[in-house]
């Protein structure tokens, strides 16, 4: 039976797991038992997703990427190269916390910088931007720009990833024409 996905002869996809059509998996990645990937995605080069992860459709994740046991990433998220996601608060070496696992949630459409950390247990909301080497250590609402270490917000962003500049609480993008409504810290698309 042919596969409706491309996995590269270097990666190992452990069974069971479900891909979905169009999936592309890069060189030397491994995919562990029970993940859910769906349709579209590209996993890039030296990725490890642990088992039990679910990846929605048209996830892009860039190379040297590790997400771990606990990790949802929604539809139309972008992971870029060497962001990684932790699940456990307090590792330790000799001791098993496995029954830990605190779930960690992608919402739709976020990105995820090269070289950020997301720290479990948090959410990331949908269109949300994490800059560059950010370290996530607390929910992040939705459309929210998010820099630095700890994280700290510096703005809003528009689903197209430009900068939204708020007027009386309402921001029109520049580059899309998209509408936003700002209420206290909340931002909703009108």
Same mark, same amino acid.
């Given at each position: 039976?042919d596969?409706?996905y491309?996995?590269?002869?270097s990666?190992?996809?452990?069974?069971?797991?479900?891909?979905g059509?169009?999936?592309?998996i890069?060189h030397?990645?491994h995919?562990?038992a029970?993940?859910?990937? !769906?349709? %579209?995605?590209? *996993?890039?080069?030296? =990725?490890v +997703?642990?088992?039990? #992860?679910?990846? !929605?459709? %048209?996830?892009? *994740?860039q190379n040297n =990427?590790? +997400?771990y046991?606990? #990790?949802?990433?929604?539809?139309d998220?972008?992971?870029?190269?060497?962001?990684?996601?932790?699940n456990v608060?307090?590792?330790?070496s000799?001791?098993?916390r496995?029954?830990?696992?605190?779930?960690?949630?992608?919402k739709?459409?976020a990105s995820?910088?090269?070289?950020?950390t997301?720290v479990?247990g948090h959410?990331i909301g949908?269109?949300?931007?994490i800059?560059a080497?950010?370290?996530?250590t607390k929910?992040?609402?939705?459309?929210a720009?998010?820099?630095g270490?700890?994280?700290?917000q510096r703005g809003?962003?528009c689903q197209?990833g430009?900068?939204?500049?708020f007027v009386?609480?309402?921001?029109?993008?520049?580059?899309c024409?998209?509408?936003?409504?700002?209420?206290?810290?909340?931002?909703?698309?009108?």
């Open positions: 039976m596969k409706d491309f996995v590269h002869e990666s190992y996809v452990d069974e069971p797991c479900r891909i059509k169009g999936t592309k890069w030397f990645t995919i562990m029970q993940c859910q990937i !769906g349709e %579209n995605c590209n *996993i890039g080069q030296n =990725v +997703i642990s088992p039990e #992860v679910v990846l !929605g459709n %048209n996830v892009k *994740i =990427v590790s +997400i046991t606990g #990790v949802k990433c929604e539809d998220v972008f992971l870029g190269p060497s962001c990684v996601f932790t608060i307090n590792p330790r000799h001791v098993s496995k029954s830990e696992y605190k779930e960690t949630v992608i739709r459409g995820i910088g090269a070289n950020a997301v479990c959410s949908k269109y949300a931007f800059g080497g950010t370290v996530v929910d992040v609402p939705d459309y720009l998010m820099v270490n700890p994280a700290r809003w962003m197209c430009e900068k939204l500049n009386s609480g309402q921001a029109q993008c520049a580059s024409g998209r509408n936003y409504d700002k209420q206290q810290d909340q931002v909703k698309e009108v």
